[in-house]
């Protein structure tokens, strides 16, 4: 296998994506979108504390005001919970908020973002599968798998998406870690709006073995066709539920 081995500490990319500096102009709405990316994305899990304030605010380069007002309406909203005292801090609401209705999204937008999902995904899985893995790597993708297959229902689309996300860092390119990030959280706010089904997730884990295997294999191919099929099950219920 060509490339160079991998190195970076799991989901090290991905933190430096959602923690990045938000544009200029719009901090205030950005830095919710990007606290509610850190969410969906699991990156803090529900139950678990977001980093301090002040560190929140130096990562996204706004003032301490602005990473406050962020935390109050996404508090407001039920994502959020603040706690007082010596245990105290900005935590992931447990359980996290469900939509009150139905969601309907357009079908060219579910499309674009589901277009773009496969373009990154399988480019992801292709290059991790052409790399030299270190060994810590290879372990921790497994371990991904492991840990997605032993889920419990309600922990399942967070470890889902850390073995995705964990296969994006592992093709080696920053960027794309970031353009994986921003469209699985998308994807992951759709998903939130139906239940889990048992077959399907029993069919879920079996496909990421194939994914898993065919990446630590070296298997360039086979990895892309694997995480193509894996994809096309889980298009097929969001357009059955939303489109």
Known sequence: MAGNPVTDAPLREVRRAVYRPVREGNALEDTVA?????????????????????????????????????????????????????????????????????????????EDVLGLRRVIEAGAARAAAGRALEPEARADLWSRHEAATAAAEGDYRRADTLLHLTIAELAGIPSLVALAAENRARVNAWLDTFPLLPRNIEHSNEQHESIVAAILAGRPDAAETAILEHLAGSEALLRGFLA
């Open 34 to 110: 990007r606290l509610v990316q850190t969410i969906r994305l699991g990156v803090v899990a529900p139950g678990e504390s977001l980093p301090p304030e002040r560190e929140l605010a130096t990562r996204y380069g706004v003032s301490r005001d602005t990473v406050r007002e962020a935390i109050r309406e996404l508090a407001d909203t039920g994502y959020l919970v603040r706690r007082r005292g010596r245990y105290g801090g900005t935590f992931v609401a447990l359980p996290l908020p469900r939509p009150a209705e139905p969601v309907s999204v357009p079908l060219d937008e579910l």
